[in-house]
């Protein structure tokens, strides 16, 4: 995302250094060193009547949209305190859109929503770990077709501030670094550490090809790139900014260049030849101030991510931002002359294992819905946030909006009854072909899926033990183990649980642990500490434990087809427990539509229909729960497999309305 992410629980006002709050006076030296408020008060008045007389008249943008401006040469221009195109003033009105977020059927009625909502410019980030999944195998087809959803935001309207990182952030697993380049164990991620740039170096050589001739001066509509993504709150390498900027601009990459970041980051995170940009949820005009210092010249202001919500964690709750208060903080940046984008106007949904976490204080992993409390609904209903900025814009625009497009119904389909039920310990011996190894092996060096190691799922741990003890894992556990003896479940492993009572038993007995990646941090100071499954030795009564089988179990499309057609598959008994799967079949007699599967009964695992991954689902909320798009199912047979953990319930229900869970109002 955007944001300054010591994100353990919701912002609160007042705390310095948390998106929604004002900008502390200790936090901008010497700026603010002698005159305290008073000063600041006063420069901050000043600057808003200053820029205030720029926006005294509504805005004419009716003819700058792609298909209309003809003759380009000069492309988006800096000039004093506006931007230009084509030397005429022009005024970003941006929103953020993740195409690998959302159906790709769904993309356009995404993008004519962001036109009809008065906005005139989509910005999108580029994941890098689900392009180059595999280290040299690319993919730029189907939903993660770059160059289709940049030419259909063109047909409908929209200018293009492209995000391709390499980092992105955006509460996605390791920030949309593929998990790969944590096998060498000297990595340095987002520093010119060799290692890191070659691998940077090859991917930009087929992405950026991919975008150069949809930039502006080339008839596309791509109008500025971003360089990087709040690098200022990292800033571990000093060459690494101008080293990002060179491999876009050596690549052919000609249009303007911004970097974005939070106040604190503003510092540390510009590059020479990038217009810095800020990113806040709370206006406070010393920031818009500092901004200006930081710049040194007269610049256009940009907000390249203004929140207009919050994203969630597991355990916690759902946060809700006042629509009133977004879009008065929306028509003041506009009143101050400034562009803006909406970060997010759709959010969108964290489909399969690809959620990230944060971890400052604590480890909270992200849940499958990235609705955002954005401006449209994770299903891409309108929101009051929707209206109100679409009276605001209405206002300051001379021309009338596109008429919203209508919304989708929503389907219930009631009740879906779970039939057929086989143990992980079936299918483990037909299905997966484990790794032995002496020592335990950390997911992504497992050597599997043709040597780049497993980046998401779970990974079983097997070894033989003589008898009990206390087990204790020197926090050794990323991110979550349940712990079985034979096939008797004993307890759980995690952060915060590190040690737990093994009972005796006679002979030798198997020790099973069933690790989850609950989701790679995306943001601060612990990306290169990103390696998953178990990490190090985990010890019974202070003896390391050896000679381990590793089954890898990231649930690929590949294993759910060889799970659908192995036999036998059994009637569920009256007390099924975990870890299995559960299959029934969702009837549609119609058209398929949008609809939301909540699985109360259930503990925790992930669902899947017709082979695609929905997400996570844990019975501690917030979400309740799950988007399955309507474009995934089919006339008449739907199947539904769950994969449980621990405790299954005997069905899933259908409905029309999503349940996010108990609400935080964001401050």
């Keep these: 995302m955007g944001g300054a992410r010591v994100r353990s629980r919701a912002p609160m006002v007042g705390e310095a250094g948390v998106p929604g709050n004002g900008t502390g006076p200790d936090l901008l030296p010497g700026m603010w060193s002698c005159g305290g408020r008073r000063r600041r ?55 953020s859109l993740h195409y690998f977020r959302i159906p790709r059927e769904y993309w356009k009625d995404r993008l004519m929503k962001m036109k009809a909502c008065g906005l005139n410019t989509v910005t999108t980030y580029v994941p890098w770990n689900l392009h180059e999944a595999i280290r040299g195998k690319f993919d730029f087809s189907g939903n993660l077709d770059l160059q289709v959803f940049i030419k259909m935001a063109e047909e409908v309207g929209l200018w293009v501030i492209l995000r391709p990182g390499p980092y992105i952030c955006s509460e996605w697993d390791l920030g949309g670094l593929p998990s790969w380049l944590l096998q060498d164990p000297e990595m340095q991620l987002r520093t010119t550490y060799r290692g890191f740039t070659e691998a940077v170096d090859n991917y930009f050589d087929r992405l950026i090809p991919q975008v150069v001739p949809l930039q502006y001066k080339y008839g ?110 929306v028509g003041k940046v506009i009143k101050l002359g400034a562009s803006i984008n909406l970060y997010m106007f759709h959010g969108g949904t964290n489909f399969g294992f690809l959620n990230g976490a944060q971890h400052s204080n604590e480890y909270k992993s992200t849940i499958t819905s990235y609705d955002y409390d954005a401006v449209l609904t994770e299903s891409g209903d309108y929101t009051s946030k929707f209206f109100k900025l679409r009276q605001l814009f209405t206002d300051i625009l001379e021309t009338p909006l596109p008429a919203p497009p209508v919304i989708s119904s929503k389907a219930s389909y009631g009740a879906i009854l779970i039939q057929q039920y086989v143990s992980l310990w079936e299918v483990l011996p037909s299905l997966v072909q484990p790794v032995k190894s002496e020592h335990p092996v950390n997911m992504e060096n497992l050597p599997v899926n043709d040597g780049n190691g497993q980046a998401f799922g779970y ?51 198997q020790l099973r642990l069933l690790v989850e990646n609950c989701g790679r941090v995306n943001y601060g100071e612990h990306l290169n500490d990103q390696r998953k499954g178990l990490i190090g030795d985990i010890s019974l009564n202070k003896t390391s434990l050896r000679n ?38 969702l009837q549609v007699q119609h058209l398929p539509q949008d609809t939301f599967l909540k699985l109360e009964g259930w503990e925790k695992g992930v669902v899947f229909v017709n082979g695609q991954n929905l997400g996570r689902y844990w019975k501690i909320g917030p979400q309740e729960t799950l988007y399955l798009p309507g474009t995934w199912l089919q006339e008449g047979h739907n199947e539904i497999i769950v994969f449980e953990e621990r405790s299954a319930g005997r069905i899933l229900q259908s409905t029309d309305l999503p349940f996010l869970g108990k609400v935080q109002y964001v401050s």
């Design 41 to 95: 008060r006063i420069l901050g008045a000043v600057f808003l009547v200053l820029m205030a007389a720029v926006v005294e008249r509504r805005l004419n943008l009716s003819d700058m949209v792609p298909v209309r401006l003809r003759g380009r040469v000069l492309g988006l221009q800096a000039k004093d305190t506006q931007f230009l195109l084509e030397e005429r003033p022009f005024r970003i009105l941006g929103g």
């Design 220 to 329: 596309g509509p791509i109008i500025a790139v971003q360089v990087e993504n709040e690098y200022g709150s990292y800033a571990q390498d000093p060459s690494y900014m101008t080293y990002i900027k060179m491999a876009l601009t050596s690549r052919k990459i000609v249009e303007m260049l911004m970097t974005s970041d939070n106040h604190d980051g503003l510092v540390s995170g510009t590059v020479d030849g990038a217009l810095a940009t800020i990113n806040f949820q709370k206006l406070d005009t010393a920031i818009m101030v500092f901004l200006s210092t930081d710049q040194r010249n007269k610049m256009p202001k940009m907000v390249m991510e203004y929140w207009t919500g919050w994203f969630d964690s597991w355990g916690g709750l759902h946060h809700v931002f006042d629509a009133d208060d977004m879009v008065q903080t």
């Design 459 to 509: 990974t079983l741990y097997e070894t033989v033990i003589p008898g009990g003890g206390i087990l204790h894992s020197y926090d050794h556990i990323r991110d979550r183990a349940q712990v079985f003896v034979n096939m008797r479940y004993i307890g759980h492993l995690d952060y915060s649980t590190q040690e737990l009572a093994v009972p005796n038993g006679q002979g030798y007995r």
């Design 548 to 585: 381990f089988k590793i089954y890898s179990l990231e649930m690929k499309p590949s294993f759910m087809e060889s799970l659908r057609g192995f036999t036998p598959w059994s009637a569920v008994p009256d007390s099924a427990v975990g870890p299995a799967f559960f299959r029934g079949t």
